[in-house]
């Protein structure tokens, strides 16, 4: 598996810092490689390669290509989380293995009145965004499983296993904004204060992680 490329923005993309630089070049050097190999490689000093490997500096992904073609499906692995949906009706159940660092992930809860005490909140949703490399994303809903009592037994570690998850297609930063702004119009009719959060918190989310988003006012610092 090769690692794909964000082209879908030219050449600003292959500029920016590789946040996983330092993980990238260990993993290298722990395949064999020498600082030197490396250093020809991506035509660079050897210097340069002993900064990046310390954590000290940030390759780009244009200077990084030749080892991201061998090693960039290593770095998707390395952050998962594992997933299932429950079919109440057949009890069918379907397991799922997500790759990719988690940028978002929110829990929507429904407010209840109790009577002489404050709103209760109850969890019914989850939104999470995995980030898959380049400019790609996935996104995971989860509903809270409604079990019917009496329980009888009661896991301890079993708070993820109450959730069944929808995994969504795999969307570029400006194709999930837009899925994500179609969602929150829709919540907003039941929940006001999600359907105006989420698209912003998405928004944040991404430039938090270094990803350039389109329609965002820009004041600038000069330094």
């Known amino acids: 598996m090769e690692y794909q490329a964000d082209t879908s923005k030219g050449k600003n993309t292959k500029k920016k810092p590789f946040k996983l630089t330092r993980q990238l070049i260990r993993l290298a050097l722990n395949d064999g490689w020498t600082q030197r190999e490396i250093a020809e490689k991506c035509r660079v000093q050897q210097s340069i390669v002993s900064a990046w490997s310390k954590g000290g500096k940030y ?3 244009a200077q990084l290509m030749p080892l991201l073609e061998i090693y960039g499906h290593k770095l998707r692995r390395n952050t998962f989380r594992v997933y299932w949906s429950f079919d109440s009706t057949t009890q069918a159940k379907t397991f799922f293995r997500v790759e990719g660092k988690i940028i978002l992930s929110e829990v929507m809860f429904k407010l209840t009145d109790v009577a002489g005490r404050p709103e209760k909140k109850s969890p019914t949703m989850k939104l999470i965004i995995h980030h898959q490399g380049a400019d790609k994303f996935r996104a995971v809903i989860q509903s809270k499983l409604e079990l019917k009592p009496p329980l009888k037994y009661v896991l301890d570690s079993d708070q993820d296993a109450l959730w069944s998850a929808e995994i969504a297609d795999q ?3 400006a194709e999930l904004i837009s899925w994500l702004d179609k969602l929150s119009t829709e919540l907003n009719s ?7 959060s989420l698209p912003f918190l998405l928004r944040q989310a991404l430039m938090n992680h270094g990803f350039s988003v389109d329609g965002v006012v820009e004041y600038p610092a000069v330094w």
């Not at 039941?190 to 105006?196: D, K, M, N, Q, R």
């Open 59 to 61: 390759a780009t992904e």
């Open 190 to 196: 039941e929940s006001p204060h999600t359907g105006l």
């Open 171 to 173: 969307k570029s930063s």
